[in-house]
């Protein structure tokens, strides 16, 4: 115990990298079950076949980014030094013990020269996403999707007000045709279109003006990006992940960005689960349409004063009309710009009304009620919340799409923004889901080849099947 200790470093040993890699590391499952080959045909757009100096191999450089993401590593400096002393990861790298890393420069320059503005993270994400698709690990049925906000590379404080024109909504033209059709249904004329001149006053980042400011009840509040990813209900494999400024509503991209994985992926989900933030009558109505199921949270109705609300009121859809508590019916008036069915009182019999003060504090003595001209589908969506199967749907979300944010939280930086710009910060999204279903990929393989090797260890195999158990594993 008291000698000195022996100089053991300048000892030399014939050894393998294969014999320092552990069995069961990540990235030996991950090299068993994610091809990597199929980015060359990916990128070869991107060099010149006859010209230049050697390029870095890129698959190999595509696999030093996985990395980071993989291991949570932000810092690409960081990487690269990582890469230098650890084992595993030169041996997923195809990297000899004393092989030079590439500097980190290197790994960045092609990141903002060659592949920035560009498609070809997508396309990787595409083709993971296919892989697994290849082993059954999507099924396409049931697809959950949510957001969550990325910390912008930007100081709160360092802002300034600008005046912008609001955007019109991403239903309008849906929207305003439906409005049309209730109109001439009543009887009514067209409404004419109406030239967006409405401007807000909103806070831009000096430091990264693509941000949006994020002021959310029961959130943080600053400068944020938001993720909306949609996974699969099977093994939550992510199927897509589109990034947008953090003032945008959940609601917005969600259709567009559905129609999208449909089509992209061939998949025809029986229904989808989303929170309270995706309810809008739009959504709800889009998805009739596609005849998918959409299985809502709760959203609770806006607080009025009025101790009668609009709850009490009874919509009799035969009539088209709202009958109140003390039973006098409320006729269509119109269906206004913003897509609600106007139904109003009678002024003559609500003056004498005795619950008057409790229905509106309307100088004129009419009680108004607002319809949406989806509202039946807003209806139905409801009644479908509240069978045994919308429960069972909507319960699954916390171990699906929620489960999916946390682990890219805790285990693979997605708390932060990595990078200033919307289509950086997409590409950070696109890797992060990318280095998650590589992920997911490898333990399923894993865990099916240890439940097979259980079932062969107990003789069930060849007892059940008639084959040879070492022949089958």
Partial sequence: MLREPSPQQYELEMVTLEELVPKNHLVRLIDKSVDFE??????????????????????????????????????????????EVNVAYRWFLRMGLTEKVIDASTLSQNRIRRFNGTDVFERIF???????????YVSGYTLYTDST???????????????????????VNELNEAINQDRLAHGKKPLKPKENTDTKNIKVSTTDP????????????GFFYLDHRTVDGKHNIIVDTHITAGNVHDSQPYIKRLDTVLDKFKLSPLAVGLDAGYFTASVAHALEERQIAGVFGYRR???????????????????????????QQLLYKTTNRLGYREYHSDAKICVNCPRLNDCTKSTGHKKIVARHVMQDSVDRANKLRLTPSGKRIYRRRCATVERSFADAKQHHGHRYARFRGLMKVQMQGLLAATAQNMKKMALLAAFLHFFIAELANMKLIRRVWGVDNQQYC
Avoid: W
């Fill in 301 to 327: 109705p806006p607080k009025t004063k009025n101790p009668i609300k609009k709850k009490h009121f009874e919509f009799n859809a035969e009539d088209n009309h709202y009958t109140c508590p003390q039973g």
């Fill in 38 to 83: 199929f980015i060359r045909d990916e990128v070869a757009h991107l060099y010149c076949p006859n010209n230049g100096r050697p390029p870095v191999d890129p698959v190999r450089l595509f696999k030093i980014m996985l990395l980071g993401y993989l291991f949570g590593i932000p810092s690409e400096r960081k990487l690269i030094k990582e890469i």
């Fill in 126 to 136: 595409n083709r993971i996403v296919m892989q697994a698709m290849d082993k059954g």
């Fill in 210 to 221: 693509e941000s949006g400011f994020m002021h959310r009840d029961q959130k943080p509040q």
């Fill in 149 to 171: 906000h990325l910390k912008a590379n930007a100081n709160k404080r360092k802002s300034r007000n600008e005046e912008v024109a609001v955007s019109t909504g991403a239903y």
